[in-house]
């Protein structure tokens, strides 16, 4: 396999996860640890060999997997890299250990969406997904990060309609949910909230309600701590296309831990 051919390929791991949370209150909090195990490793096409952000082939194009979903018979997985030519998220077929891409999601609505983190199905009949962004990163003089801050819906089989949750700011971006996530992330260095966060994780609980993930919460990019927290939020409004207030009901205690002797982000949730 050729150097190239690996940077084309992404590593899967398929991730048994068993969480506490599934019946939980908005004011709960954790209770034992849960394990979680990888069962199988493979390699699968991203896109097609030799694919370059540069004409002469001279930068190649990463997959970087963020996010899989199963719904229904196909798999919907989502790079947090933009794909040139294609769409970040694309299907896929498992059958045994077998990984195969079947298409891409090439709608415009999915397309606008910058740095794709985690998807998450709707409890019950399990019909619709949602995907969210990382919300890690917003300009205030302008527009160009807006789509950053996303969070899509659609009915599994219906990407073409595709909508976004509390759309504002730029065509495709849900950015007045920001100050949500900024008064619900107060810390003692930030007591009116960290100016910089970044949602790697997204799930929804049987009850309804919407956690969002959080790894990484500090002044900036370059300037913030490893962390585990978790937003509470309930679907509101008509067809559930709003979203209500937020709370942090879960933050990772360090001091509680002195076994693990080094910083510790969440990664993804289920």
């Given amino acids: 396999m050729t ?7 992404a590593l899967l791991s398929v991730l048994v996860l068993i969480m506490l949370l599934l019946s939980a209150p908005m004011g709960m909090t954790l209770g034992n640890p849960t394990t979680a195990k990888i069962t199988y490793r493979g390699v699968f096409d991203c896109f097609e060999e030799s694919l370059s952000y540069a004409e002469d082939g001279s930068k ?9 979903i199963q719904a229904e018979n196909q798999l919907y997985i989502a790079s947090d890299k933009d794909i040139p030519g294609a769409s970040s998220v694309m299907t896929a077929q498992l059958q045994g250990n077998i990984l ?31 995907l969210s962004s990382g919300f890690d990163r917003v300009f205030l003089e302008n527009a160009s990060k807006d789509s950053y801050n ?23 971006s849900s950015l007045s949910l920001r100050p949500r996530f900024l008064r619900a992330l107060t810390t003692k260095k930030f007591p009116s909230g960290a100016p910089y966060w970044k949602v790697e994780a997204l799930t929804i609980l049987p009850t309804g309600k919407i956690l969002f ?10 300037d913030f701590d490893y962390t585990l927290q978790l937003v509470a939020t309930e679907l509101t409004g008509k067809n559930n296309h709003c979203l209500g ?16 002797d080094r910083p510790v982000g969440l990664s993804s949730a289920a």
């Fill in 60 to 68: 190649p194009v990463f997959c970087e997997p963020s996010a899989v």
């Fill in 150 to 172: 996303t969070l899509l819906t659609w009915e599994v089989g219906k990407e073409e309609e595709a909508e976004v949750i509390e759309p504002t700011g730029f065509p495709g």
């Fill in 245 to 260: 207030n937020f709370k942090r009901i879960y933050e990772y205690d360090p001091q509680t831990h002195p076994q693990i």
């Fill in 3 to 9: 150097q190239n051919k690996l940077l084309n390929q």
């Fill in 213 to 222: 993930g959080i790894r990484e919460l500090g002044s900036n990019y370059e």
């Fill in 100 to 130: 195969t891409r079947t298409g891409y999601v090439e709608v415009p609505q999915i397309q606008q969406l910058s740095k794709a983190e985690d998807f998450a199905l709707e409890p019950g009949k399990r019909k619709r997904i949602f």
